[in-house]
């Protein structure tokens, strides 16, 4: 049986979300964290010490998702929290020795080797991909999406939630 275009594009779009799925059960089986955990703690290794503000603006996460994963990294003795020395006011994070130890045993995230392949492209033909996904994100209603540049396999229930709380303060 011979597929329609339209037809080869969805499974071939259903294709991603399952690698995409996999390789984040794949991540939390091996070493506990999810893919946006372990970006985190990796972000956090690369600097001596950063709010949470900060962590939150340069992985383009929510200040509240990062809270939360900073939560449940500090619970793991991942990370700390301390108040800064030079401003009091605010609360600093660190990666820990056990975050560090983890960091070198964790495979890398998958977008670091979709990365790889990627910056291999000729620059058109990076150009052409993004166009095309930025017509599918089009097509697909999915502009008011508010998404992370990491891959990540989300609960549908957490999307909906997220999408009904950027619905209604779009609306307000």
Do not use: C
């Amino acid at each position: 049986m011979e597929h329609s275009i339209s037809d080869k594009v969805l499974i071939a779009l259903r294709k991603i979300i399952q690698a995409i799925d996999l390789n984040s059960k794949s991540l939390v089986k091996r070493v506990g964290l999810t893919g946006p955990q372990l970006v985190l703690l990796h972000y956090i290794s690369s600097v001596k010490e950063i709010s949470a503000g900060e962590v939150a603006k340069n992985v383009s996460l929510s200040q509240g998702t990062v809270t939360g994963i900073l939560d449940r990294m500090e619970k793991r003795e991942l990370i700390v929290r301390q108040r800064s020395i030079q401003d009091k006011r605010r609360v600093m994070v660190q990666i820990t020795e056990s975050g560090k130890q983890l960091l070198a045993t964790a495979p890398p995230v998958m977008q670091e080797n979709f990365l790889e392949k990627f910056n291999q492209l000729q620059l058109w033909e990076q150009t052409m991909i993004l166009s095309a996904l930025q017509h599918m994100v089009v097509m697909m209603d999915a502009k008011s999406i508010n998404a992370a540049p990491f891959l990540s396999a989300t609960p549908i229930e957490v999307m909906e939630t997220k999408t009904a709380a950027n619905d209604s303060s779009s609306n307000s």
